[in-house]
């Protein structure tokens, strides 16, 4: 009995710490409760948390994304959320805090859990609507080694067509493009897989249907995204 009880209570205690469905504990931990569902952070005041993705990705792992959104006093125009990523193994924690896309109006933007490969990453989506111009981004994010790093910044979708009426502006050149995002196999030697992009619509008003096989550059720690689509306003 004596013996039973010392191995029932030895596995009690070398449970993973954040392995249970909830992590309110861990995010109490860290973050100061506002009310049930949202948090606050001292860093970044005037700015509401609520757990936007909670993904368990194994037996003692998970992923969990904190998002956080303006109050009435950080939601105009220019104002953009926040993103905290988590990877929480066991009681030990990673994270990368204060992640920035193109939100607008306080929001911070959407998120999802990406596979990889053999891992699991994170994709986080902003965008905006602007005098004319719209623009979709994905930032791609995954756990290498002891940090958590952005390995691709894509920008997904693009237009200039409320700014650029052929009609209008003589030699008005119209962007309306979209790049799919996509990941291959897993091949030797290999920590991440090939990034495959396609891009299909138009571009400086040049029709476009065009794809590449992006290997993940260990030096760089990124995806060589080309040139071309890095499209800014």
């Keep these: 009995m004596k013996l039973a009880l010392t191995l029932a209570l030895a596995g009690m205690f070398s449970a993973p710490l954040y392995a249970a469905d909830d992590t309110t504990r861990f995010i109490n931990k860290h973050y100061q409760p506002l009310s049930v569902g949202e948090w606050r952070k001292a860093d970044t ?20 994304v904190m998002c956080g959104e303006g109050d ?22 990673i ?5 920035q896309g193109a939100g607008r109006y306080g929001q911070s933007g959407d998120v999802q859990a ?11 989506k902003t965008g905006y609507s602007l005098q004319g111009f719209t ?3 994905e ?4 756990r290498l080694g002891e940090r958590i790093a952005n390995v691709a910044t ?27 995002v996509g990941f291959g196999e897993m091949h030797a030697g290999q920590r991440l897989p090939d990034m495959k992009l396609t891009a299909k619509g138009k571009l400086a ?3 476009m249907n065009k794809s590449w096989l992006l290997p993940f550059d260990e030096k760089t720690q990124r995806y060589p995204v080309p040139e071309v689509l890095n499209i800014g306003y």
């Design 45 to 64: 005041p005037g700015f509401v948390y609520r757990r936007c993705l909670d993904k368990p990705i194994s037996a003692q792992q998970r992923i969990l």
């Design 72 to 93: 009435n006093a950080n939601s105009a125009g220019a104002d953009s959320g926040y993103f905290d990523i988590w990877y929480l193994t066991g009681d030990k924690a």
């Design 95 to 99: 994270s990368l805090a204060g992640e």
């Design 114 to 124: 990406v596979r990889m490969g053999d891992q699991w990453g994170v994709v986080t």
């Design 135 to 137: 623009q979709d981004f």
């Design 139 to 142: 930032r791609y994010y995954v």
């Design 154 to 180: 894509v920008t997904v979708y693009s237009d200039n067509l409320g700014f650029c009426d052929v009609t209008e502006k003589a030699g008005c050149k119209q962007d309306e493009l979209k790049v799919k």
């Design 205 to 207: 008003g040049e029709a």
